[in-house]
């Protein structure tokens, strides 16, 4: 089966939800595997397989290039979610959630988009996120800085304090402090209103932050990103595929006439198994050059210094006819090695602001000037910093990212620090 053929019949397998070949199976597995764990699943191929080796000298390795990045190891989350759940479903689900978290511990992804992906309901969805913001720390997979505080004081208070109330039923007054409001609506006297509010200021705004320590870690990029002929390509780096080989050994005892019909079948399962291996090793790094050289070429001003543009998996999936669920895999938590520095892939994602420029560039730039203020600026005052920077938008856009972000007005900036979100 070519490349080609094998791409489009695994797609419509996956549109239509059938059972996949275990070949499909494992060329997603590939795809989905950053290069530190492929190497470490194929060593364990060999291993048990006797018809797979290394050529002499490699079994240790490959060429390599490492470097160094800080990154926040979830497996303990996964493994929580795996103690509150019996269905494998829920699990795939939750394991991509978890996958999805931003830095801060939140779940920005629309629901809906996440069940078009994983081609599942919005419910089962729902229901698995659900469990995910079980899991500790509380406030894990909020997609707000609201629902992250109620999450906290839910847990740790209960839902009949007055905070929790204040929190859910009058976000708006609290943000913008207008006490008297919030009395009338819950019949609380303003100072009543004061104790509770001080509350907060116990809660994670960012509940990842300080709980789950940055490690360094080894961090080897699939491949490079060189400039050749003025314009950007990429180079994938096989450091497995040339190396790897079928035992000639035990092919040649595989001939063997005094092998009993058992044995035979044993080892014809096994050489099966160990060429679908070396064939789907050159799919993977075929397949990813293809889909990372299309982000490349979409997002080459970027890398030249210039601004992130506006680009969805989903773009990219319909231009390689494949599906969202594909390329994400093909994409986490997998990085490039760029003339600019070390890369993830994911980073050269974004949701759209306008024609030109990306939500995610104009976010960071917000960060940036709020992170930088001498005094809180109000969103006026923003968006005149962001206009002196070339983005022009309106205030009305600086207070809806603002918000999905979690960065709480000027007035509260000042109040109530520990609220405020940061990456």
């Keep these: 089966m070519r490349r080609g053929e094998m791409r489009v019949n695994l797609e419509t397998e996956l549109q239509h939800r059938l059972l996949l070949t275990p070949k499909q199976q494992l060329f997603l597995t590939f795809i989905g595997m950053p290069y530190s764990e492929l190497s470490e699943f194929i060593k364990k191929q060999v291993e048990i397989n006797p018809f797979l080796e290394f050529e002499q000298g490699r079994a240790e390795g490959f060429p390599e290039q490492d470097v160094t990045d800080d990154e926040v190891h979830l497996d303990r989350l996964t493994e929580q979610l795996r103690l509150s759940t019996d269905s494998e479903e829920t699990i795939k689900i939750g394991e991509y959630i978890i996958d999805n978290l931003d830095d801060d511990g939140y779940f920005r992804k629309p629901l809906s988009e996440v069940a078009a992906e994983l081609k599942t309901s919005v419910k089962k969805v729902e229901e698995a996120l659900k469990i995910v913001q079980s899991l500790e720390p509380a406030g894990l997979g909020a997609r707000d800085l609201r629902e992250c505080l109620l999450l906290q004081i839910e847990r740790y208070l209960g839902k009949k304090q007055a905070i929790y109330l204040i929190v859910r ?3 708006q007054e609290l943000v913008k402090r207008e006490h008297q409001k919030i009395g009338r609506r819950l019949h609380l006297g303003t100072a009543d209103i004061g ?4 509350k907060l200021k116990k809660f ?25 002929e003025g314009r950007f390509r990429v180079h994938v780096d096989e450091r497995i595929y040339p190396f790897l080989k079928i035992n000639s050994v035990y092919e040649r005892e595989f001939r063997n006439p005094s092998m009993s019909a058992r044995e035979k079948a044993f080892l014809e399962r096994q050489l099966k198994q160990a060429r679908i291996v070396l064939k789907i090793l050159g799919e993977r790094q075929q397949f990813l050059t293809d ?12 890398l030249e210094g210039g601004i992130l543009l506006p680009l969805r998996e989903k773009d990219i999936a319909d231009r390689k006819e494949v599906s969202i669920s594909t390329v994400s895999r093909a994409v986490n938590r997998k990085y490039l090695d760029t003339p600019s520095g070390l890369l993830k892939i994911r980073d050269l994602f974004s949701g759209t602001v306008g024609d030109s420029i990306s939500k995610h560039f104009v976010v960071d730039r917000i960060r940036e000037i709020v992170g930088r203020e001498k005094k809180s600026l109000s969103d006026r005052e923003i968006v005149r910093k962001l206009a002196d920077g070339g983005v022009t938008i309106s205030v009305r856009t600086v207070n809806k990212y603002r918000h999905q972000e979690g960065i709480l007005n000027s007035y509260l900036r000042v109040a109530s620090q520990p609220l405020r979100a940061g990456r």
Excluded at 195 to 198: A, D, I, L, V, Y
Excluded at 215 to 227: D, F, H, L, T, W
Excluded at 291 to 302: A, G, L, T
């Design 291 to 302: 889909v990372f050289q299309e982000i490349v070429e979409y997002q080459k001003d970027y």
């Design 204 to 228: 994670q705004s960012a509940p990842l932050k300080g709980i789950f320590k940055r490690s360094a870690r080894r961090i080897i990029p699939e491949g490079k990103v060189i400039r050749e």
């Design 195 to 198: 104790k509770e509010t001080e």
């Design 169 to 171: 039923d009058c976000w």
